[in-house]
């Protein structure tokens, strides 16, 4: 099931161009252009929030050092489940835990590159019209 679910597919692009066009918004912004398309159900919505409650219990594990525990990874099943690192005798739920941090990490890049390259454009632009 998709993230959005509860958002038409074609509504959805819809509201990402207005928040686009924009350019930066907050977060109360994007409920305002969500809530009129955004339909309620209060037993999934209850289900999501303990689902994330765990979830954020499970990441906010760590150990003396401040160092995080708990990860998540999908078995051979594609079912979630959290290992302990420190007590954990899987090899493979480690490698794909390992995987997935590859992952994340390779996007964070990608991202921060995108950012710093629009920042430094941004610069160049400040520079060139206060000459």
Same mark, same amino acid.
Request: contains cysteine; aromatic residues 6%; glycine residues 2%.
């Given at each position: 099931?998709?993230?959005?679910?509860? &958002?038409?597919?074609?509504?959805?692009?819809?509201? &990402?161009?207005?928040?686009?066009?924009? #350019?930066?918004?907050?977060?109360?912004?994007?409920? %305002?252009?969500?809530?009129? !398309?955004?339909?309620?159900?209060?037993?999934?919505?209850?289900?999501?929030?303990?689902?994330?409650?765990?979830?954020?219990?499970?990441?906010?594990?760590?150990?003396?050092? #401040? &160092?995080?525990?708990? +990860?998540? +990874?999908?078995?051979?099943? #594609?079912?979630?489940? !959290?290992?302990? &690192?420190?007590?954990?005798?899987?090899?493979?739920? =480690?490698?794909?835990?390992?995987?997935?941090?590859?992952?994340?990490?390779?996007? =964070?890049?990608?991202?921060?590159?995108?950012?710093? =390259?629009?920042?430094?454009?941004? %610069?160049?632009?400040?520079?060139?019209?206060?000459?």
């Amino acid at each position: 099931m998709s993230r959005n679910a509860n &958002i038409e597919k074609e509504t959805r692009k819809i509201i &990402i161009e207005q928040i686009d066009e924009l #350019g930066e918004v907050t977060i109360d912004k994007v409920m %305002e252009l969500i809530q009129p !398309y955004y339909r309620f159900d209060i037993r999934k919505l209850r289900s999501q929030a303990l689902r994330r409650a765990a979830s954020n219990l499970m990441r906010t594990y760590k150990n003396k050092k #401040g &160092i995080r525990n708990c +990860y998540s +990874y999908k078995d051979k099943e #594609g079912k979630s489940s !959290y290992v302990n &690192i420190d007590s954990c005798d899987d090899a493979e739920a =480690l490698r794909k835990i390992e995987i997935q941090m590859q992952s994340k990490a390779k996007s =964070l890049n990608a991202s921060m590159k995108k950012i710093k =390259l629009r920042r430094k454009e941004l %610069e160049e632009i400040q520079k060139s019209e206060a000459i």
